[in-house]
T-cell receptor, first 113, second 114 residues
Framework: QKEVEQDPGPLSVPEGAIVSLNCTYS??????FMWYRQYSRKGPELLMY????GNKEDGRFTAQVDKSSKYISLFIRDSQPSDSATYLC?????????????FGSGTRLSIRP | DSGVTQTPKHLITATGQRVTLRCSPR?????VYWYQQSLDQGLQFLIQ???????AKGNILERFSAQQFPDLHSELNLSSLELGDSALYFC?????????????FGEGSRLTVL
């Protein structure tokens, strides 16, 4: 079983829709939760970063972490064609886990104009 | 532009050969991570260096090795290459230990093994 599971998609939605992207994980030591966005032929870039459980909002993006369920989500409101990319969740346990930052396999998202 | 430079961008070689991928971190970044990204495996953590010392190891094959030099650039050496080694290799850097996961990625080196 992989430590981090992410539905690979692809996911295609119309412009303006609300998008929900999710990851589940098995390692209860994870404390830091990230979402990275990767455009085609580019390196991933950090989109959102959350520590422990709770919600974090940044513009049209909201990240949610539910540690009791080992489940994290990224919501994109008013989705735009420029949001079309692969979204990767990532997690780490902090110093105690020797810096291993584990990524999900990524969900490919396409926003139709 | 993240400020992390990877060379070469593309590399085509044959099975059994050896290649070296290079990563130049952002100014002041002490941590370098190497990841392999393939279609069926996603982004796989290979190895991390911090200020010249190996700090964490992931699913790195024995045929692969890495090092970080005093000027903080890093090299990933891949030897006895197999078809399955064809992938995008990313390095990512961070000013400190990056245990919180905020990494700055280069644009990757695309390796094709024929």
């Amino acid at each position: 079983q992989k430590e981090v599971e992410q539905d690979p998609g692809p996911l295609s939605v119309p412009e303006g829709a609300i998008v929900s992207l999710n990851c589940t994980y098995s390692n209860s030591a994870f404390q830091y939760f990230m979402w990275y966005r990767q455009y085609s032929r580019k390196g991933p870039e950090l989109l959102m970063y959350t520590y422990s459980s709770g919600n974090k909002e940044d513009g049209r993006f909201t990240a949610q972490v539910d540690k009791s369920s080992k489940y994290i989500s990224l919501f994109i409101r008013d989705s735009q064609p420029s949001d079309s990319a692969t979204y990767l969740c990532a997690m780490s346990g902090g110093y105690s886990s020797a810096s291993k930052i584990i990524f999900g396999s990524g969900t490919r998202l396409s926003i139709r104009p | 532009d993240s400020g992390v430079t990877q060379t070469p961008k593309h590399l085509i070689t044959a099975t059994g050969q050896r290649v070296t991928l290079r990563c130049s971190p952002r100014s002041g970044d002490l941590s370098v991570y190497w990841y392999q990204q393939s279609l069926d495996q996603g982004l796989q953590f290979l190895i991390q260096y911090y200020n010249g010392e190996e700090r964490a190891k992931g699913n790195i094959l024995e045929r692969f090795s890495a090092q970080q030099f005093p000027d903080l650039h890093s090299e990933l050496n891949l030897s006895s290459l197999e078809l399955g080694d064809s992938a995008l290799y990313f390095c990512a850097t961070h000013p400190g230990l990056a245990d919180t996961g905020e990494l700055f990625f280069g644009e990757g080196s695309r390796l094709t093994v024929l």
